[in-house]
Every structure is written in structure tokens, then in C-alpha cells.
């Protein structure tokens, strides 16, 4: 078992530590949890943000909380409640909390928190066994599709961040390109910036940065230009909910990204594990839980002042009117499959349910 990963770990108190993803890529620096509710502050901050790193989160904080509130049951479900809720759309966060519950029901009083704590960490060690299986799977494709192409190298395009601060321990969308840097292949990233907190330019290229592995920034609005001009071999996101019949919701501007996709003939994949299925949900429109986030997000923008210092700069007057959704939901019909710990599979039901009939 694996006390430690690149996002979070725990340190020699039983304490979680995370890297606090708001800092970067100006500054690395680690942040301590010792309680449910710094857990849950962490989450709705986004200290820690990504489907797969929430849910981890959250699992942590359940032990948390029993730490806290072993002798007092009530206020350790509520506790848990509050986390579970402390982001509504990347599904993870409900399912990792709704385990770490059932793990409660059936533990031993004096054995609540040291089985807590193991259930969390086998979580994590699940997660990263998952984006590995992931990595191969979509390598493999990756090198079929270039192969056809007759090409020695390979343009990626993705949006938000599914690399390993949001999956430990490589990632849904990055990690098939931690895996064809390790193949040897010459794999080059476009980056959406991903407005309006900028996942893309702040968590993606930093962590692309840090293996050496070779991407370009784009505007969010860029994408469409370059598949036009055949510059794109592929584009790869990550999920934070999918349904039964594979409609994805994830960062917003992933359905604009899938829609020039199609129209460019360029396939458009989405990589996720078993944890990020909503097998519930049949109409995504109605029933995909979409995050709506502060205005402030969109008006201001956080970077270095000429002292090198982190500063927040406002970019509009204080009364201007905007509006902030975080995620979107792209149709099955726009993706070309996915790609999951099991394998590949097409984005509809009858997949689907072939290959996750046991969870059902
Ligand atoms: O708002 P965020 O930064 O938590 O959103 C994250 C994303 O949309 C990622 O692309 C997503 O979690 C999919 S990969 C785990």
C-alpha cells in the first residue's frame, strides 16, 4: 500500500498533505489537513481540484472526520455529508465519500479510523493502478492512429487538467502521453488555456514542463484554426461525470473542442476510470449536476506583478454581469470512444454496459 502520491499524501502524524494546485506554477508548495473541514475548505477552493484528487480528497477527510468524531456519530455523518457536497458535478467526490461510508458501517468502533484510513489509501493506490491501465490502452491507439497516418510523431490537443494532480498518479488524459514520451515517441501537447481559472496553461503545462515532455499554449478559442489546418492528430480530455450512455460532462469548452472535432474528422477521446461513471443518469441535459462558480473568476486574473510577486488584477469593473458555468456535457455522438482502466469501448450504452455489466 502507497502512502504517497505526487498530489496528496499523508504525512507522519496520519495528517493529509496536498499540494496546494491555487499556487502553482509560481510556487510549489504543500498545504496540511488535519480536520473534516479544512478537508472540505480544500475541496470547495480548490486547494485541490480534478475528478480522481477530490474524491481522494474526500476519502481522506472521512477518516478525518472519524478521527475527530469517533465518539460522536451524528456529527461524523454529518461531517461526511458536508464533504461529499463540497463540489457537485465531478462524481468522484459522492462515490469515494459514499465507500469510505460503507467502510464505516462495517468497522469496529476501536478500528474505525486505522480502516478508514487503509480504505482511503487503497483508493488511491486503485486510482493510480487505473491510470496506468489507462496509459497503455491509449498509447496503443495512439501509436495505431499515427501508424496509419505513416507518422513518426504525434499533436495532442486537450483542455483542463486530467493529469496527475487531478488522477493520481499519472492522470486520465495525460497520462497516455507520460506513456509515449516513456515509448520514445515524439509526442507535442496543445494546451488549452482554459479559461476562466486557466487549468490548462496554469496545472497542464506546468506538469508537462516538469517531464521534459514538448507543448504549446493555446487560447481556448484556438483549437478550431488548428484542426482546420491538420495540426491536431487528436484531442484527449479527461471526465468528471459520465452517464450510462456516455454523454461526458466535463471542464467547460470540452463540447466546442468535440464539435470541431467532428467536423475535422479528428477522433476525440475521453479517458476515465470506473469511479466517474453515473450509471443513474440517462438524460445528461436534465440531470448532470453543472457547477455554476463565482463571477469573481471570470473578472480577475491571478499572475506576477513587475516585483514578482502572485498578484490578482481585476480585468473588468466591479458591475459588469457575467456568468460562470464550470463544466459542459458533450454528446456521445461527438466522441469517439473511451478509454477506460477496463479498455476501450464505444461512447454508448450496449459498451458500456458490456463492460462494466458487474457494477450496474
Ligand atoms: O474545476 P476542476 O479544475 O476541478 O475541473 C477539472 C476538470 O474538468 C478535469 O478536466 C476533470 O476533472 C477531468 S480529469 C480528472
Known sequence: MNGRYKALWLDKEGNLVVLDQRALPFEKKSLAIKSAKECEDAIKNMTVRGAGVIGNCGAFGVYLAAREFKDDMTKFYQSAK???????????????????????????????????????????????????????????????????????????LTHCNAGWL??????????????????????????????????????????????????????????????????????????????????????IGTYLKALAAKDNDIPFFVALASSTFDFDIVDAIKDMPIEIRDEDEIKSVKGLNENGDIVKVQIMPDNFSALNYGFDI?????????????????????????????LL
Not at 503545462?205 to 483549437?223: C, F, K, M, R, V
Not at 478550431?224 to 454523454?247: E, F, P, W
Not at 469501448?345 to 462494466?356: F, H, P, R, S
Open 82 to 156: 458536508s464533504i461529499q457536497n463540497a463540489r457537485p458535478t465531478a462524481v468522484n467526490l459522492e462515490w469515494a465519500v459514499k465507500r469510505m461510508l460503507k467502510k464505516a458501517k462495517s468497522a469496529n468502533k476501536n478500528d474505525l479510523v486505522s480502516t478508514l484510513k487503509e480504505e482511503a489509501l487503497l483508493i488511491c493506490d486503485e486510482d493510480a493502478k487505473n491510470t496506468q491501465n489507462i496509459a497503455k490502452s491509449a498509447a496503443d491507439l495512439f501509436e495505431e492512429i499515427m501508424k496509419k497516418k505513416g507518422k513518426n510523431d504525434i499533436n495532442i
Open 166 to 251: 487531478a488522477i493520481v498518479d499519472e492522470g486520465t488524459a495525460l497520462a497516455p502521453i507520460y506513456e509515449l514520451k516513456r515509448r520514445g515517441v515524439e509526442v507535442h501537447v496543445f494546451v488549452d488555456e482554459t479559461r476562466p481559472r486557466n487549468q490548462g496553461a496554469n496545472l497542464t503545462a506546468w506538469e508537462l514542463s516538469q517531464s521534459g515532455i514538448n507543448y504549446t499554449i493555446i487560447p481556448d478559442n484556438t483549437g478550431g484554426y488548428l484542426m482546420r489546418q491538420k495540426m491536431v492528430d487528436v484531442c484527449i480530455t479527461g471526465a468528471d461525470r459520465v452517464s450510462i450512455n456516455g454523454d461526458v460532462a466535463n471542464k
Open 330 to 358: 458533450t454528446p456521445s455522438r461527438l466522441i469517439t470512444a473511451l478509454i477506460t482502466e477496463r479498455g476501450v469501448c464505444k461512447a454508448d450504452i450496449k459498451e458500456i454496459k458490456n463492460l462494466y455489466g458487474d
